[in-house]
Structures are given as structure tokens and as C-alpha cells.
């Protein structure tokens, strides 16, 4: 999953919800809807500017759930190092009191599938994907090339699929995680999808 943004009014909106509050109940009960004792990957975002509160309610969840949680931050991530390392040292403890393994990005086999699951999708090249809101500063975060499949954040876009790219923003997702079986199957068309 990517892009919470627990306590973000403006998304909370977007996404149709009258207010933050009715927004991340749904997110976190969709997020209850997982078997416990899982490993439960987000692709960052997790806030924006809210970190402690959202933290604090995804260590609840985990703690109830008994997760182990993985976090690659996104751009809104206050632990994310485009913030300089004064907020890097500042927010890791906070951070790793939730999280198990925070990295910039995780190299894995999906079914055959060598996979990269970054935040930020890749910025360049024939399978990159168009962000409106790209500068300088978040292209140096994006994806690197040499992998068969990119999963992951930051779009906001409502497309899961394009080619050789999966989106699990939680626009593109429903408002739910995706499940290992369903990822597997995502990226394998991704990987196979035609021009």
C-alpha cells in the first residue's frame, strides 16, 4: 500500500470523505481487515506534516495487529533524507518505534518477477510515469531502471496498472492494501502488458 495520508484534509476531500477523521477510520479499518501477525509493506506517505499522529495510530494498529511493518518514506515522510539529516536524525527514533525496516527502496522477486517497490515511480524512459507535480528534487528520489516491474506510490493516480509499472497508491487500490496473490498478478500483467 501507498500514500495513507492520515490527517490530510485536502486528500481526505479527494477522496470523498467529509472530514480527516472519517477518512483514516476507514483506511485503518481496512487495514484491521488484515490477518494478524502479517508483514504489511507501505510505500510511504503515511502523513503529511502529521507524522507523530500517524504514527502514533499505525503503532496501535500494529501492536493490536501484530504486524511487522516495513516503510520505504515517501516525499511527505518526515524520516525521508530530501528532508536533510538534521529531520532524518530527528525523526528515525520516532519512526523505528513503528516501523521495522525503513529503506529508500526493496529489490524483490514477485512470482518471476525481479521488482523494485520505491515510493516515487520512475521519472524517465519509455515506461515512466507522467507526474504532474515532478521537480528536480523528487526526480532524484524516483526509481532506478534495470528492473522488470516498478511498484509503487506517489502517483495519486486511480490506474493500478500501466506497462511494467503497478500503482498501489490507496486511489488506485481502493482504499484497501493489496494482498500478496493480488500483487503477484498485477505485476505479472504489468510485465506482459503491450504498448
Not at 32 to 60: M, N
Not at 67 to 87: E, K
Not at 140 to 158: K, L, Y
Amino acid at each position: 500500500m501507498s500514500d495513507l495520508h492520515l490527517g490530510h484534509r485536502l486528500v481526505s476531500e479527494l477522496r470523498g470523505f467529509a472530514s480527516p477523521d472519517q477518512h483514516d477510520e476507514v483506511i485503518l479499518n481496512n487495514l484491521r481487515e488484515i490477518p494478524d501477525r502479517v508483514t504489511l509493506v507501505c510505500l510511504g506517505d503515511i502523513s503529511v506534516r502529521r507524522d507523530d499522529e500517524a504514527l502514533q495510530r499505525l503503532g496501535e494498529l500494529k501492536r493490536e495487529k501484530s504486524f511487522r511493518m516495513i516503510l520505504v518514506p515517501g516525499n511527505h515522510d518526515r524520516v525521508h533524507p530530501m528532508f536533510g539529516m538534521d529531520s532524518v536524525v530527528e525523526w528515525t527514533p520516532n519512526y523505528r518505534e513503528v516501523f521495522d525496516v525503513i529503506s529508500l527502496d526493496l529489490q524483490v522477486r514477485i512470482g518471476r518477477w525481479l521488482v523494485l517497490l520505491p515510493h516515487i515511480p520512475r521519472a524517465v524512459g519509455e515506461f515512466a510515469v507522467v507526474d504532474p507535480h515532478q521537480t528536480d528534487k523528487l526526480a532524484r528520489w524516483a526509481a532506478r531502471e534495470g528492473f522488470e516491474c516498478t511498484v509503487h506510490g506517489h502517483a495519486h493516480s486511480d490506474v493500478a496498472i500501466r506497462r511494467e509499472n503497478v500503482n498501489v497508491c490507496l486511489k488506485a487500490t481502493g482504499l484497501r492494501p493489496v494482498s500478496p496473490a493480488a500483487l503477484e498478478e498485477m505485476v505479472t500483467k504489468a510485465v506482459r502488458l503491450k504498448h
